[in-house]
């Protein structure tokens, strides 16, 4: 059973860089076909898809973000990872990490990482 846990702070400064990570265990984050995305919801909103990176590490991300936006992987932690530039306290939202399957289709999540930007 494949599962994803996102880790990083949770209170980060306006114009910071925020920087999350996310630890895959049960599964490679290379074997083929896969694809692991950074996902966020504001309070009491929709979720907001933010990017993904394959399992070749080509990337691709939201057109609103990519400015600000970078995923990376660490192969040898199993791990992939977020890094929002110039946050402001409208990135305060929880950050998901997910895994796509093979057919597009989100299977498996993290629990989610809250996190506040202040002023």
């Known amino acids: 059973q494949v599962q994803v846990q996102e880790s990083g702070p949770v209170l980060v400064k306006a114009s910071q860089t925020l920087s999350l990570t996310c630890t895959v265990s049960?599964?490679?984050?290379?074997?083929?076909?896969?694809?692991w995305s950074w996902i966020r919801q504001p309070p009491g909103k929709g979720l907001e898809w933010m990017g993904v990176?394959?399992?070749?590490?080509?990337?691709a991300y939201s057109p609103s973000l990519n400015s600000r936006t970078s995923i990376s992987t660490n192969t040898s932690k199993n791990q992939f990872s977020l890094q929002l530039s110039s946050v402001t306290p409208e990135d305060t939202e929880v950050y998901y990490c997910?895994?796509?399957?093979?057919?597009?289709?989100?299977?498996?999540w993290g629990p989610g990482n809250q996190v506040t930007v202040s002023t």
């Open positions: 049960g599964g490679s984050i290379t074997t083929s076909y896969y694809r």
């Open positions: 990176i394959r399992y070749d590490g080509r990337t």
């Open positions: 997910a895994r796509y399957s093979a057919r597009s289709a989100i299977d498996f």
